[in-house]
Structures are given as structure tokens and as C-alpha cells.
């Protein structure tokens, strides 16, 4: 019923910005905590950056913050993440998360390579 949809992966140079999207159908979206993360090779997937729903405070991992940044327009059923400053370690599959559902969307690639 619910899915989730991720977009705007790609290649992207080392200190280069990008912004993903997620898209939600099937719930409502603005009564579900949001959240991204990340799978690199070798590694387990972690979370990169959380949202609330109540009060739209952020959660974040350490390697990510100040340089990432996630916030989600409710009337689209988007979340986003916006990537600045990237750097070879954010090389990485990007899951979206509806936590309060239960879903994954099924990724998008980002790589960071000159």
C-alpha cells in the first residue's frame, strides 16, 4: 500500500552538491516520521538523517553534519535530503524510510568520484 520512491542519485564530484528525493503514496505522509540511509559496500546501512513529524526536529550522523541537511514538504509528500560538500566516504546507496509504515523505498545510487 504505502510506497516510497527515491530520485535525484547519480555522480557528483568530490566537494559537489545534490539533492535526493523521496516520494510517498499510499499513507499519510504527514503523520510519518522520515528518515534516509545509506549502504556502502562492505558496510552496514545507517541512518544519515532522521525528521519528525511533530516538530520537525532533525536527527543527523556525525560524519554527515553541517553538511547535510533533510526537510520534507508535506502538501508534495516529499522528503529530501540535500547533499553539500560531499566527499568519496558519501559514496553510498540511499534508502528513504517511512518509520511510522514500516517501508523502504528501494534506493538510489550516489557516487562521489573525480
Known amino acids: 500500500q504505502v510506497q516510497l520512491v527515491e530520485s535525484g542519485g547519480g555522480l557528483v564530484q568530490p566537494g559537489g552538491s545534490l539533492r535526493l528525493a523521496c516520494a510517498a503514496s499510499?499513507?499519510?505522509?504527514?503523520?510519518?516520521?522520515m528518515g534516509w540511509y545509506r549502504q556502502a559496500p562492505g558496510k552496514q546501512r545507517e541512518l544519515v538523517a532522521r525528521?519528525?513529524?511533530?516538530?520537525?526536529?532533525?536527527v543527523y550522523a556525525d560524519s554527515v553534519k553541517g553538511r547535510f541537511t533533510i526537510s520534507r514538504h508535506n502538501a508534495k509528500n516529499t522528503v529530501y535530503l540535500q547533499m553539500n560538500i560531499v566527499n568519496v566516504e558519501d559514496t553510498a546507496v540511499y534508502y528513504c524510510?517511512?518509520?511510522?509504515?514500516?517501508?523502504w523505498g528501494r534506493g538510489t545510487q550516489v557516487t562521489v568520484s573525480s
Open positions: 499510499g499513507s499519510i505522509f504527514s503523520r510519518s516520521a
Open positions: 524510510r517511512d518509520f511510522k509504515n514500516n517501508v
Open positions: 525528521i519528525s513529524t511533530t516538530d520537525g526536529s532533525q
